[in-house]
């Protein structure tokens, strides 16, 4: 919720040290970043509002004015995109000042008006069967499966999205009714779980609830009302924040986004009340998140999930780094540097936004990346407007119409830039304006033109990236003024700036390689802080093979050369099973890539080859056998699978969930099959040495298979394979795979199923 603290009546208990300059106070100039938000700008443009207010207006009684947009708008998670546009419209009216933005955001908050007035509680609600649910949960009836509530699909998340965009209206757009309905909606949640008691309370946490405290803080601080405060704190995941709260590392296993939230609430509480146990918990995440389990793009999980910390090797999928998580860790991150105005902050901030949200957009159309692909050989899937909309398209709707929100920064009187993007700042506290002219990454080039004259010495200071690790001296107009000789410092220049000034200095760009934590020998190219990315081609079907590099243990300087084009570079001889051509990894839009590389000599890849080549096939060849693959304990795979279970427990194990039926206990989910072909069960079973499972597999009602996984590995992750009955999926395209105990036994622990075609 951008421009909080300027709408608040709180004063905050602990005052912050750097604030960012509010988005209409910045322009972007031509580059990257501005075509970006260009792109975005116009989808939003193109969106209906009536759509997205399709299951409000129906679930207050009112008649919907158009049909409910696809994705998961009509598949259970109804609501959040509304609040997501909400902040994307507000934003980019703050930063253009383009009324037809405002319309939008107006029009919305007329239409919750009109459904409240249509429902006497307050409640603003998308998702269907909402009312059941919650008048179970006001008499203390919660039940969850550990991503649901009492079978709606994260239902407080949702409502946090809403709650979200109405305050960013009230704060970007000026839209004082916002506020009022946020109150109302606020009053409507206090009154639902005013009877909880915090066992119940812990219980119902269990599903994801996004940053509801956030929110509740945020409403507090805007109306003063110590309630919404009460019941931010009731936001508390015990089994995950407790932890934190100690300095230990709770997340191997977690979901990866439904955990940061609660964080940047924890660091907005800590702003209103000096809380130091919430900063304390909030500071612990971001590095535990950042230096343990983020990959060289600045994304981090694995099919949604983090895994062990410094374990990432073997972690690269199609399904790495969730876009929202990025959103939220830049989120979190302003919070952070808010408190404590650390570089470190902001070196990260870079890498994220520049080699993750900036790569995560078509800039063609606008539209954006759910997951961001890491594998080799992977290519990036994007969004469309009608059918797809996810948390991440409503994410990436914000993302790139708030480019300009942490270039500058004040802390106190002195000036902080952080990015260096192509941009002009009204600094109208000093009588100023400021434009910077660099075409960095490219170069490192910097060049900042002051126009107007200040009364008095002001400091100007430029962040020095911690990668670059030579001298960076400043220039003022043309002659010497300072430097900064350490990286993670500041390059600070003070003068009584007159028009016309003009600050020039150059930041170091080199080539340099990044190690996997957990594997010296799998690395990664960057020039500057631009993560390189190999191009694999456009060739659709069988994927490339993966490419290697024998580089003897050379510096990367001379095995990696300037192609002539810019931010282009070949290997030179080292590339296996051929020579290669890098560029940004953002500049990778519709080609398939590689980033990161097992690096060789000769000698070590002569004798790994042939293995390293016979894995490759074994992997294609499941692959190229698939009909349907899902992860078990995973919240989206196991939808999109319609998954039932009854008496089931979710865990995780090195980095993976699995899901064990426990006494008398079952689950069920849907499998596609070639109804033409012989079909093969692969289950992955997780050696769990706790139980001693007796169960029965069925696929459309025939048994498959009696099992009790007698002689299987225990505390290690493998496939069990089950050839199906021609009789159960003859002339079918999908069949129902059940699970379930023997009397009252437990079944094992699955992690995932595939069905594949027979050889």
Known sequence: MLAACLLAVVVSVAPLKAEPFPLGRVELLDGPFARANQATAKYLLTVNPDRLLHSFRKHSGLEPKAPM????????????????????????????????????????????????????????????????????VKKGEIRSGGFDLNGLWAPWYTHHKVFAGLLD?????????????????????????????????????????????EAMAELYARTGEKKYLDLSRKFYDKRVLDPLSKGENSLPGKHSNTQIPKIVGLARLYELTGNETDLKTARFFWDTVVNHHTYVIGGNSNHEYLGLPDKLSEALSSNTAETCNTYNMLRLTRHLFMQDPKTEFFDYYERAHLNHILASQNPEDGMVTYFMPL??????????????????????????????????????????????????????EAGLTLQMETKYPEDGNVKVTVHGNAKRDLMIRFRHPSWAKERIEANVNGRSSDFSSRPGDWITVVRKWKDGDVIEFQIPMKLRTEAMPDNPKRIALLWGPVVLAADLG????????????????????????PSGNPLEWKTKATGRPGDLTFRPFYAHVRNRY??????????????????????????????????????????????????????????????????????????????????????????????????????????????????????????????????????????????????????????????????????
């Open 538 to 561: 456009t060739r659709r079907g069988e994927a490339p093979r993966t490419p290697v590099l024998v580089t003897n243990g050379k510096p990367i300087d001379e095995w990696l050369e």
């Open 69 to 136: 947009y696809g994705g998961w708008e009509n598949m259970g998670l109804a609501g959040h995109s509304l609040g997501h546009y909400l902040s994307a419209c507000a934003m980019e009216f703050a930063v253009s000042g383009d009324k037809r933005f405002k319309e939008k955001v107006d029009y919305i908050i007329a239409e919750f008006v009109a459904c409240q007035k249509s429902r006497p509680d307050g409640y603003l609600g998308a998702m269907p069967d909402g009312d059941r649910v919650w008048a179970e």
């Open 594 to 759: 590689a980033v990161y590389f097992d690096d060789y000599t000769e000698a070590e890849w002569q004798k790994a080859e042939a293995d390293f080549r016979a894995e490759e096939a074994r992997v294609r060849d499941l692959e190229a056998r698939t009909v349907d693959a899902m992860r078990i304990g995973e919240m989206q795979p196991e939808r999109d699978h319609n998954l039932k279970s009854e008496r089931n427990d979710v865990r995780a194990a090195n980095g993976r969930s699995f899901r064990t039926p426990m006494g008398g206990g079952w689950m069920e989910f849907e499998m596609k099959v070639d109804g033409t072909a012989a079909n093969e069960l692969v289950i992955t079973y997780w050696g769990n040495d706790r139980i001693r499972p007796d169960f029965e597999i069925l696929v459309d009602g025939v048994k498959v298979a009696d099992e009790n996984l007698d002689g299987r590995p225990k505390n290690a992750f493998y496939d069990v394979v089950y050839p199906l009955p021609p009789t159960a999926t003859a002339g079918k395209s999908k069949v129902t795979v059940r699970v379930q105990g023997k009397g009252n036994a437990w079944s094992g622990s699955f992690s995932g199923a595939r069905v594949v075609r027979a050889k």
């Open 375 to 428: 594998a080799s050989g992977s290519s990036r899937g994007y969004s469309n407007p009608e059918n797809n909309w996810t948390c991440c398209h409503g994410s990436g709707m914000e993302n790139h119409v708030k480019h300009v929100d942490s270039i500058y920064w004040r802390e106190k009187d002195d000036l902080l830039v952080n990015l260096f993007i192509p941009s002009t700042l009204d600094w109208r």
């Open 169 to 213: 209206a009230h704060a970007l757009t000026g839209n004082k009714v916002a506020l009022e309905v946020a109150r109302k909606f606020g009053d409507w949640a206090i009154d639902t779980t005013k009877d909880l008691t915090s066992e119940l309370w812990e219980k119902m946490l269990a599903c994801e609830y996004g940053g509801m405290n």
